[in-house]
């Protein structure tokens, strides 16, 4: 089984410019998180979709925004980038609500989207 | 919200040692409490993960612990070796939802 793949690896982008990031999820995961990664601040939750409704957010503000699709893949965009938000972004899917037991609360993640912006 | 605090940041150890990682958190509700391994350069991969209703799960070398009352959980490793070097997540969630991860350990066992 595929495991959750991250459209591109990496970018570069100038400061306003905006970004779209891809996740496809594990074939039968419907929830998909989003995550940005620095060195300063970990693993900070940005948003999760669930059967294309976006579930949960993050305290990151309205520039960043994201939909998932019918198939569960998802993607995210940022709007007027900024230098602060150059970081790794990770997404992460998960059975919830399709599986059982512990196995639905796993979450499982890609490999990121390492985003520069100058 | 859920606030989860992790401690050391940092972590020396000398190879065959154990090593030790605490998290706190602060929300009640929290049920679902995955600890997570990232190598340099690689994504966060699950290693032991603990439900609400069980105090201590062991897999081969790793064990993690959970004190519902005091909101503390810790990871235990035994025996390190040189490729449990890497950065250690803690992390908790309700119901597999609202995933607050903490700041990270970085974990280092000298040969």
């Known amino acids: 089984k595929a495991g959750v793949t991250q459209t591109p690896r990496y970018l570069i982008k100038t400061r306003g410019q905006q970004v779209t990031l891809s996740c496809s999820p594990i074939s039968g995961h419907r929830s998909v998180s989003w995550y940005q990664q620095t060195p300063g601040q970990g693993l900070q939750f940005l948003f999760e979709y669930f059967s294309e409704t976006q579930r949960n957010k993050g305290n990151f503000p309205g520039r960043f925004s994201g939909r998932q699709f019918s198939n569960s893949r998802s993607e995210m965009n940022v709007s007027t980038l900024e230098l602060g938000d150059s970081a790794l972004y990770l997404c992460a899917s998960s059975l919830w609500g399709s599986g059982t037991g512990d196995a639905k609360n796993i979450q499982y993640f890609g490999a990121g989207t390492r985003l520069s912006v100058l | 919200g859920e606030n989860v605090e992790q401690h050391p940041s940092t972590l020396s150890v000398q190879e065959g040692d154990s090593a030790v990682i605490k998290c706190t958190y602060s929300?009640?509700?929290?049920?679902?409490f995955p600890w997570y391994k990232q190598e340099l350069g690689k994504r966060p991969q699950l290693i032991i993960d603990?439900?609400?209703?069980?105090g201590e799960k062991k897999d081969q070398r790793i064990a993690v612990t959970l004190n519902k009352t005091a909101k503390h959980f810790s990871l235990h490793i035994t025996e390190t070796q040189p490729e449990d070097s890497a950065v250690y997540f803690c992390a908790a969630s309700n119901y597999g939802q609202n995933f607050v991860f903490g700041p990270g350990t970085r974990l280092s066992v000298l040969p």
């Open positions: 929300d009640s509700a929290s049920n679902y």
């Open positions: 603990i439900r609400s209703n069980v």
